[in-house]
């Protein structure tokens, strides 16, 4: 894997290119994902693409784990606007990834800055060429072996080696309705990786839905490697979360019927859930109120001290009120439009 050298000779640079139609839920998701696989690194962000300093590479993880990346990759050469980057590319990292044996292709990905067509297309064959001069490599535009992205901003050009992610894909694919057992209340696969992630699930560590319904942030969490446990008042839905579970090949779960307000668990890592809110809901409103605000209670219980909690509610609820209230450090308060009656509230709070 290449590197470029910064002032910290044991750091390396790294991007991300994040997807989806909330920006800030997809940076907090990865922000999450780089503290859980490196302790210290920072990530600046300009608008979709995010620069990782980092100790160790993240790029495995991050294409594994994440829902909301595009795309991840090391950062090869950079330079303050585009003649300054094309006099950059020497030797070095490029030649650790391609020779005369290789092929690449080249893309530009612009943000806060602006190319007219034709510069845009010039620039693109003046990196290709001396990208080949520097590595003897050819060019392939289907079929690459390495897949070279420069990312163009206001006040850098960063030649970045790019590696496509497909989890979004896979999620995307995992619909409540393609499940073995739906209903309608059942979180998609999508967003329950996500909160997953924000929560900082690890494999081995346990993790609680305590309104659990028909499994999908269970499923989620099981995939990473959790042990997981879901509590719901409902038989049938649990009934579901389990055929779900199953499905999937897991099979060490706890699924539990009772009610959430008197949770008969004495220890777990994290908690990720979302309480019944919304239209169709019967528990709406204050009902909804009461049942985050015995959640919180309880979880400061048995949730040892550092533990997330990853909670999906509607604005209405005001959660973080209830979080502020019992001092609890909110890390994480997101707001995501759905439609013109319901605005969603992602909140992650270190217990
Ligand atoms: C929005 S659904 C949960 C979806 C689920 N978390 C998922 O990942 O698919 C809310 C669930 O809370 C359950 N519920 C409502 N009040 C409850 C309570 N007091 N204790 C336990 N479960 C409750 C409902 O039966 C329903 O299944």
């Known amino acids: ?116 067509e034709e510069e845009k297309q010039q620039f693109i064959i003046d990196v290709g060429k001396r990208i080949q001069e520097v590595t003897r490599a050819s060019v392939s535009l289907n079929h690459a072996d390495v897949n070279i992205v420069v990312n163009v901003i206001h006040n850098k050009v960063v030649l970045c080696e790019a590696f496509k992610s497909y989890q979004r894909q896979v999620l995307t694919q995992r619909t409540p309705s393609a499940r073995a057992f739906f209903h309608p209340s059942m979180m998609n696969a999508l967003l329950a990786r996500v909160m997953c992630n924000i929560a900082s699930v690890q494999p081995d560590q346990s993790v609680l839905d305590p309104f659990c319904g028909g499994g999908g942030i269970l499923c989620e969490a099981a995939l990473i490697g959790a042990q997981v446990t879901g509590i719901d008042m409902n038989w049938r839905l649990l009934k579901g979360a389990q055929k779900n579970l199953i499905d999937l090949n897991i099979s060490d779960f706890s699924l539990i019927q009772g009610d959430s307000r008197k949770i008969p668990v004495s220890y777990m890592d994290s908690i990720v859930t979302d309480p019944p809110y919304g239209r169709t809901s019967s528990t709406r409103g204050e009902n909804a109120i009461r049942l985050v605000s015995s959640l919180i209670e309880q979880s400061i219980e048995f949730v040892e001290n550092g533990g997330r909690l990853c909670i999906c509610g509607s604005q209405e609820m005001n959660m973080r009120n209830l979080f502020d209230q019992v001092g609890l450090s909110v890390k994480y308060d997101i707001l995501i439009p759905i439609h013109s009656g319901l605005t969603r509230n992602i909140l992650a709070v270190e217990l």
């Open 1 to 116: 894997m290449a590197i470029i050298s910064t002032s910290d000779a044991s750091v390396s640079k790294y991007y991300v290119h994040i997807s989806g139609s909330d920006i800030e839920l997809a940076r907090a998701e990865i922000e999450s994902l780089v503290d859980l696989h490196s302790i210290g690194v920072g990530i600046l962000w300009y608008g979709r693409l995010g620069f990782i300093d980092c100790k160790s590479n993240p790029i495995p993880f991050l294409l594994s784990r994440a829902a909301l990346v595009r795309e991840v990759g090391n950062v090869l050469h950079e330079g303050s606007d585009p003649e300054t980057l094309l006099n950059r590319i020497t030797k070095g990292p490029l030649t650790e990834i391609l020779n005369s044996k290789r092929s690449f292709s080249v893309r530009i990905y612009t943000t806060d800055y602006y190319f007219e």
